[in-house]
């Protein structure tokens, strides 16, 4: 099926760095949303976007809606070893009855 | 308030044989998504349940198929089960269309 173009597929960063991931697409998306998934477990859902251009933090967490609408990212700032896991961008891209469309992860490794 | 559960947490079937996986969503949602996520991929939208009618449906063969109870509890059906069935089969629920919130997943073993 369809998916989302996320990078990078993984990284491996210093406790206290500074994180940044993208998705991307060539359509257009009216919704973005950042999940974040732990070994064993679902997904769980961070933040989600509705408007172009929209800047959303929660906690350390900031992710934006690219004003084209074919992109989006999030950053984590200051790693701690808990960030350790995949996170998934997803994607709708009209309302009503059509289903997300995700990427296929970006796996995170936080060094103490 | 209590999350999205699945049961069962692991499940091993043999080639052929059927599987049926189950879905409580949050108390409240309406909608029920199905995803499969297989080793080393991203989620695969399989099925979508709301209000008790099938809503959209992911490119999956008819074996996959499902329902949808008055409760808004699902089930998942896997039916000739094959080897590359093995996955982590995860449930979704939401009240709105975009905001959805997963379970734990259930492990389905092939073999």
């Given at each position: 099926?369809?998916?989302?173009?996320?990078?990078?597929?993984s990284?491996?960063?210093?406790?206290?760095?500074?994180?940044?991931?993208?998705?991307?697409?060539?359509?257009?998306?009216?919704?973005?949303l950042?999940?974040?998934?732990?070994?064993?477990?679902?997904?769980?859902?961070?933040?989600?976007?509705?408007?172009?251009?929209?800047?959303?933090?929660?906690?350390?967490l900031?992710?934006?809606?690219?004003i084209?609408?074919?992109?989006?990212?999030?950053?984590?700032?200051?790693?701690?070893?808990?960030?350790?896991?995949?996170y998934?961008?997803?994607?709708?891209?009209?309302?009503?009855?059509?289903?997300?469309?995700?990427?296929?992860?970006?796996?995170?490794?936080?060094?103490? | 308030?209590?999350?999205?559960?699945?049961?069962?947490?692991?499940?091993?079937?043999?080639?052929?044989?059927?599987?049926?996986?189950?879905?409580?969503?949050?108390?409240?949602?309406?909608?029920?998504?199905?995803?499969?996520?297989?080793?080393?991929?991203?989620?695969?939208?399989?099925?979508?349940?709301?209000e008790?009618?099938?809503?959209?449906?992911?490119?999956?063969?008819?074996?996959?198929?499902?329902r949808?109870?008055?409760?808004?509890?699902?089930?998942?059906?896997?039916?000739?089960?094959?080897?590359?069935?093995?996955?982590?089969?995860?449930?979704?629920?939401?009240?709105?269309?975009?905001?959805?919130?997963?379970?734990?997943?259930?492990?389905?073993?092939?073999?």
């Open positions: 099926g369809q998916q989302l173009n996320q990078s990078p597929q990284m491996f960063i210093q406790e206290g760095e500074d994180v940044s991931m993208n998705c991307t697409s060539s359509s257009i998306f009216n919704t973005w950042w999940y974040k998934q732990d070994p064993g477990e679902g997904p769980v859902l961070l933040i989600a976007l509705y408007k172009a251009g929209e800047l959303t933090s929660n906690g350390r900031t992710a934006q809606f690219g084209t609408r074919k992109d989006s990212f999030l950053n984590i700032s200051a790693s701690i070893p808990s960030d350790v896991g995949i998934f961008c997803a994607g709708q891209r009209h309302s009503g009855n059509t289903p997300l469309v995700f990427g296929k992860g970006t796996r995170l490794s936080v060094i103490a | 308030e209590a999350g999205v559960t699945q049961s069962p947490t692991h499940l091993i079937k043999t080639r052929g044989q059927q599987a049926t996986l189950r879905c409580s969503p949050i108390s409240g949602h309406t909608s029920v998504y199905w995803y499969q996520q297989a080793l080393g991929l991203g989620l695969q939208f399989l099925l979508w349940y709301d008790g009618e099938e809503r959209n449906r992911g490119n999956f063969p008819p074996r996959f198929s499902g949808q109870f008055p409760n808004y509890s699902s089930e998942l059906n896997v039916n000739a089960l094959e080897l590359e069935d093995s996955a982590l089969y995860l449930c979704a629920s939401s009240l709105a269309e975009v905001e959805q919130y997963f379970g734990p997943g259930t492990r389905l073993t092939v073999t």
